[in-house]
């Protein structure tokens, strides 16, 4: 075992599941959670930069469409 793994949870939880969490997971594709976690640091920056470009750019084509 690497010193970046986590080792497996063993047991019931400590405590009882929350029924709010629980039906909010149901919601989230937890694939692409661990997709990003497998990225480096610099990795989740490069990729929030080019989100935040993409963001601006449909903001721009927005106000352009509108005449602004």
Do not use: C, H, W
Not at 26 to 32: H, I
């Amino acid at each position: 075992m690497g010193s970046t793994d986590i080792p497996p949870v063993d047991g019931p939880p400590p405590f009882e599941p929350d029924p709010v969490i629980e039906a909010y997971k149901q919601g989230v594709d937890r694939s692409l959670v661990r997709e990003n976690l497998r990225r480096t640091p610099e990795q989740r920056l490069q990729a929030l930069a080019a989100l935040q470009r993409f963001a601006e750019e449909l903001r721009r084509a927005g106000r352009q469409a509108v005449g602004r």
